[in-house]
Nanobody, 120 residues
Framework: VQLVESGGGLVQAGGSLRLSCAAS????????MGWYRQAPGKQRELVATITSGGTTNYADSVKGRFTISRDNAKNTVFLQTNSLRPEDTAVYYC???????????????WGQGTQVTVSS
């Protein structure tokens, strides 16, 4: 199983990035997918999740700014990040689990992460 994130980078506050996570080795369309992030010195935290049926959930800190979506034909989950703030700076991780929800322990597989840095 592989989850490969891409799309991170350095952006000014107020800017946007589109993160992608390509999955292989799983039956993607039956898996719930999640995006988590981890800033230096902090615990890994939930950003957004999307179920196999397309139901989404967001952390309060990103509601209205980030959008999670999936393309089952391409085995890929996306995270559109808009109106970025310096506090969004973190390594963003993709996760997959057949019963994945808000709890990171519900995910079986994790990617290596992609760095997002937002300058003020």
């Amino acid at each position: 199983v592989q989850l490969v994130e891409s799309g991170g980078g350095l952006v000014q506050a107020g800017g946007s990035l589109r993160l992608s996570c390509a999955a292989s080795g799983i039956t993607f369309n039956v898996y719930n997918m999640g995006w988590y992030r981890q800033a230096p010195g902090k615990q890994r935290e939930l950003v957004a999740t999307i179920t196999s049926g397309g139901t989404t959930n967001y952390a309060d800190s990103v509601k209205g700014r980030f959008t999670i979506s999936r393309d089952n034909a391409k085995n890929t989950v996306f995270l559109q990040t808009n109106s970025l703030r310096p506090e969004d700076t973190a390594v963003y991780y993709c996760a997959a689990g057949p019963r994945g929800g808000a709890d990171r322990d519900e995910y079986d597989y994790w990617g290596q992460g992609t760095q997002v840095t937002v300058s003020s």
